[in-house]
């Protein structure tokens, strides 16, 4: 089979990271893979079946037009059959239009909750996704969703779809985890604190650290060597250094940059904290239990499906400031939780299969979208 995948993901461009290297096994079982990523970057030749294209406009309208007319010219030109977008909205218009016009199969991904209350409450843009995924999902002849939570919100929501979504998280390679050594002590590079949570995430408004922070406030009142790092980027970390100011927690809270390798980090910190009011999986939750880290989330993602309050790990009310410090102060009080969280985690851990069978999985999602 040949296939097109429409990205939002820049680091495609990236010789050596993380999303090229997951892409290349894609193509690994089809015929031709190719990437069309809707960012700036060089059409590339990767393997002889992969190649990856980028965009020259930077507006938003125009760079939907050059998408658009270039995914076609590809089609045409390499006989696609599957076109597959990375979500139901600005990507997942382009694929209809395209399965319109070429009569190709399109299979959509779902790798958030949009139909989340939150995620309707954020913006008015994320009103209109909404409405246009509810228009599209419906068009599409496959779907993909990373968790359980999304097909259950799908099916409250009524949208009538042409096939059973199927459940796919993104792979996270537990062995490996399991088997690397920490290279950095993060207890080493921060003496001053007794206890270390640790966050790592998209600095982005749905991810509610702020939550995290005013929490924090709370449990040092008690515990004053407590601290929270933070490793992300993104928009609202100018916000976040102004509440961290206000709340005089300069001293407490760390904020790093963004790093792609987490595992030491997870092996060295004593608490992982997901404060999310929306998470289509939560893929770093995942990888901090495979780290022996205990966790501690919010009703999001995986919470339910992978992550069982009091079993494997905590889970708390979206938004709630008074059950999440309960909860801190509960580990904080009790080691024993710690181990016994982390001993419920590497049963959970256990269940995940090797990644020969999520790729035979991901290729068993393609065929069956072209049937």
């Known amino acids: 089979m040949k296939v097109l995948n429409i990205s939002l993901d820049k680091k495609i461009f990236e010789k050596d990271s993380v999303v090229r290297r997951r892409q290349a096994d894609l193509a690994s079982f089809s015929e031709e893979f190719h990437v069309l990523a809707l960012k700036n970057g060089r059409d590339e030749k990767i393997?002889?079946?992969?190649?990856?294209?980028g965009l020259k406009n930077k507006n938003k309208i125009s760079r939907f037009f050059e998408a658009l007319k270039k995914a076609g010219k590809i089609i045409k030109e390499r006989k696609i059959d599957l076109v597959i977008t990375q979500d139901p909205f600005f990507t997942g218009m382009l694929g209809w239009l395209l399965k319109r016009k070429f009569k190709i199969f399109w299979q959509a991904q779902i790798h958030t909750d949009f139909l989340s209350s939150y995620f309707w409450r954020e913006s008015f843009l994320n009103k209109i996704r909404v409405i246009l995924a509810k228009f599209l999902l419906p068009r599409a002849d496959g779907l993909r969703v990373v968790s359980k939570r999304i097909v259950k919100s799908l099916k409250k929501a009524e949208i009538k779809l042409k096939s059973e979504p199927a459940i796919l998280p993104i792979f996270v390679d537990v062995q490996k985890i399991k088997?690397?050594?920490?290279?950095?002590?993060?207890r080493q590079k921060y003496p001053q604190f007794d206890f270390l949570i640790l966050m790592a995430s998209r600095l982005a408004r749905e991810k509610n650290i702020g939550l995290a922070i005013e929490s924090l406030a709370e449990i040092i009142k008690e515990y004053p060597r407590t601290g929270l790092i933070i490793v992300g980027s993104g928009a609202e970390e100018k916000n976040l250094k102004e509440k961290i100011e206000k709340l005089k927690l300069e001293k407490n809270v760390i904020l790093e940059p963004w790093r792609e390798d987490l595992i030491s980090y997870f092996k060295t910190a004593d608490l992982f904290l997901l404060t999310s009011n929306y998470e289509g999986y939560a893929m770093a939750v995942v990888e901090a239990m495979a780290a022996d880290l205990p966790v501690l989330m919010t009703e999001v993602g995986c919470a339910g499906e992978i992550v069982e309050d009091?079993?494997?790990?905590?889970?708390?009310?979206?938004?709630?400031?008074?059950?999440?410090?309960?909860?801190?102060?509960?580990?904080?009080?009790?080691?024993?939780?710690?181990?016994?969280?982390?001993?419920?985690?590497?049963?959970?851990?256990?269940?995940?299969?090797?990644?020969?069978?999520?790729?035979?999985?991901?290729?068993?999602l393609f065929e069956d979208c072209l049937k």
Do not use: Q
Not at 47 to 53: A, D, G, K, R, V
Not at 179 to 186: G, H, I, M, P, V
Not at 311 to 333: C, H, Q, R, Y
Not at 350 to 357: C, I, K, M
């Open 179 to 186: 088997e690397t050594s920490a290279k950095e002590n993060l």
């Open 310 to 364: 009091g079993k494997n790990g905590l889970v708390t009310p979206v938004g709630d400031k008074e059950s999440l410090v309960l909860a801190i102060f509960k580990i904080l009080d009790s080691k024993d939780l710690s181990r016994e969280l982390v001993l419920g985690a590497k049963e959970t851990i256990l269940e995940w299969g090797n990644y020969e069978n999520y790729l035979e999985k991901y290729k068993n």
């Open 47 to 53: 393997l002889p079946n992969f190649w990856i294209y």
